[in-house]
């Protein structure tokens, strides 16, 4: 449910309509907008009435939400989501552009491709210390020495690191290196990690699961808002279908659902969305035209010798070759690439 | 099996290479290109050897073929297929755009329909007098009737005609006003129907059905252009996933994946592909920025009056605000719009 | 909407119910049962009322059916139907088992396999003539030829034939020699061709698409019963999903699915389902435990020499061994095997 | 890699082979067999040579391992693994019958169920105390509370404890109570908790994830065998698919795949599999005559009162009466229920 207030609101009206929302058991949520104040309501909101609500002084409008999510959803919330990493902002007109390797894979890896990708102007460098992989016996990411290297990258090159925690274990570590937390597609539904990770008040670059529905994505980023931190950054990176002729199906018709149903931005990954590297730059232009916020995409200066995905990763050529393709993209949809 | 020569090789040349292929058992299949002169070779191509070939007059190069389909691949013609529609041509720098409604509902509301399209310079209009539906109770289409009215409006107006044919007994009367035939996702493997269609030598629009991988697809078109025809236009209209929140999971990245693999138009059908008007936009965007040869859309001038798939359709005012951003963006990509 | 009557209902009565009905612009459709005279109607029931049935004599009652599907439903007719074929009876106790190559590849083929299956008692040879095949290239089937043999193998062993019909030109050829005919997985929504075969008042074996849900099964079959040929055997054969360990997946839910909401027959076919002959046993037993009407299998005396789909063949030896397996599950689920 | 070895092989040269294997940096594992000693070999396989271990003493042959899994796959291990839970067996003759609510509610609940279960001779009890839920604003269980119920059950009825466990805070706690541990579909690759729990030397019951192929569930077991913990029982229940008249698609096929490609134990979980109770009975008989080690069901006293997954539960009448049906299909597959 959802209360509706003027801006100007007094601040004993706000608080009086907490209290009250206190005292039936559920949670109240100030979310501040552009031209309204709203407080929405979590819990057993079933046992509400409207009419509770209605006649308080300053109240404008109280609203049911219909979604199963509620923080999430641009009922709740109609102004865009910005998200503040330094002095950058994500969801705004400015184009989110992360890249890197997968894995960081040494010191000289890092330091190569981050110094390539500064000279290009990129902000965010994205590499994994840990790596979640199917077998056992696969390179599993260089652990603390990665978020050693990332850390230093970080200093030298003040690029913003966009990182994977795989664990609580590591989730300090990883959070006091990261810029940005990413959980990743077969963590999307493990919530106890999500809400672990949620509590550090960082963004979260949530990705969707190989077989989540976009309403079961919301849900799990519900998880991260419901306490109160709405740093939340959506990824689309393919989803499981019988096509076999790319690693995933990238399915980009994610992109303006969730334009549609919730104020959260939303990223996508075309590198583990297709799974080869020749498709990646057609599928990136394509997330931008259908209304993505960003890019996450794999760069590697040397893919054939990477220690993972290198069959996905773009060389700094073909990686600049696509940007400048991106920047006479974005205004065609409303949005700029600053480089 | 394919055999390379150079454009200015003597007929006489060409004939024996013809003639050994046939003595063999094979079929033999000249495709021009750009640079140079290709015969491609179907059938039991297992007993061929290279050898056979390799030593001939004008011979440059023998190739095996690798992919299960042969005509459609773009190891036997390197050169984008281009498709005469008229004094328009599918495939080259300038997008297909093709409008119109579901079905034709009466003689009104085609002309309707089509007369606003004219002045908004579209060329091709879309409609179907013949309805595949999954249940015997719905609207069937008006069959004859529409494909009379179909045909007046194609006098009048000027405008191409894209209509479905659904099986062997109308089709001599569809083909009769269709200046291409379209082939639905439904009959995308009714091998009959699409060799019966492929022998008019007038385009096919061959849309790739709810479970075809883009190999299946291929293989289909193979079965026309086995026949002499090569002129496919293949259509990406939406796949079926688990994911409910569009109507299909329109995959884009078979977009990129077929211009890699094959030398035939590919164009997408963002109506069906996701089935709610107003994400249509989005993925008409994303297609043309993915590098497809077109767009066919459902457009209606009363959507919630439309006799099938009014919810998917959008309506003159929105198609024509899509016109202006897909005139923007098709330069970006090397393309262009002429209306 | 169906109306109930009485099963000793005057022959008047019926007859001003289904003269109302006609008059109302529907179809009325007589289904006894065996406790009950129902009287089905297809068409714009949306315009009719209740009580305009409800006060007739001899009515009982009169139920709007919430289904898309009709005739096939089971509120539209709750007694299982009964196949007959010659002698036998599918749908019954006695479980159908139908044995035979995908392909006939030669008299000596044919009759060798036809002899063995004769000896094991089973009464329904399966076996294509027509093939539907991905690629153009791959073979097709003997034709003309196949269905001679198929005519002759009948006339000696006795043996009911299950074959294949791909197209409408063929139709007239293949229903002259079939006792059962089929529809495959890929022609399940060829509307036409569908409504064709129904006309010759065979029954029909219609197998699930790749990618139809059971719904979009049970409206293909609608389209059989609503021409008033109630003798369909629907039957499941694996649907596409990310899964590549088998062919397809066998989708045993739909048995029970399908039991609960229509009247007609499901038997299974799991040489398609799955796809390996070794795990074709043990899917076989699942299918019956699950309550299928029968089975559909693959046997080739000499699997590895097949044409096409041996990998998926059991030979005569593992048919036996199966066979006596089914033997003893029948009882267990109510069922019988007579050979 | 594999070394076979002779039953009777002396100490010293099982010791010596170790040693070697050690030496060139891999990681051996004994797995004793019915005829056969075996020795695996995990890590960079690819630097060791046959010739290496083939001349050793005892030494009887030298098999590479071509599966991705290494110590879960049959090629490693040939006979079946048996898991002792107390006096019981998992893997063996005897069927696996687990049975109970989604999850604890409250002590009657838990208590009234139990003791239903108790009096039908069943061994094992499932019940969540805490839930993943996809909803944050569900209901997430009674934790500590009801791992305190369930202590209290095992106790006074003597029932062994299936339960979930979601993360490595309550794990302790959880695997003091669980006499079998479970990881929930959602976490099959959240590896951090599969290899601590699996650290726990409890058998593990691991569901396969919702698109995880049969190849990802295997390899997420092997990361539990990778610690030496071979006490792990796969559990099938249920896949994403397009098809809606189910909750999931329930996939049987993976119980001969895996059979024919492991050693390990694989049950099946019809409710969830299905999610609608009245298609249960049929499925868990299907999962029995596919050759399933076993069967996890939902049960429950009043379904229409149960917190969660309610229309997938039984009552004890039906179970009763599938118990009955299951006892006399088990023979018929070699198997048999003990109550």
Known sequence: MLIVLGLETPRLDVDNIINKIEKLGCTPHEIPGVSKLAIGITGPTDTLNEEDFNL???????????????????????????INVGENVIGGKELFICAGPCSV???????????ILKELGIKYLRAGAYKPRSSPYAFQGLKEKGLEYLDEVKKVFGLKIVTEVLNSVSLPAVAEVADILQIGARNMQNYSLIVEA????????????????????????????????????LCERGIRTFETSTRNTLDLNAVPVIKKNS???????????????????????ASIAAGADGLILEVHHKPSEALSDGYQSLTPEQFKLLLNKLKELAPVVGREIKL
Chains 1, 2, 3, 4 share one sequence.
């Open 105 to 115: 894979e040494s010191r000289d890896q890092i330091f190569e491709i981050a110094g």
């Open 56 to 82: 308080m002084p300053s109240v404008q409008e109280v609203v049911r939400i219909t979604k199963k999510y509620k923080l999430v959803s641009r009922q709740m919330k109609f102004d865009d989501t910005l």
């Open 263 to 285: 104020h959260l931005p939303i990223i996508v990954d075309p590198s583990h969305g297709v799974g080869i590297w020749d498709k990646v730059p057609a599928m990136a232009m």
């Open 198 to 233: 949620g509590q550090y008040q960082k963004p979260i670059l949530l990705k969707r699961g190989m077989s989540a529905t976009v309403e079961d994505l919301l849900l799990s980023a519900e998880y991260i808002l419901a306490q109160n931190n709405y740093n939340v950054i």
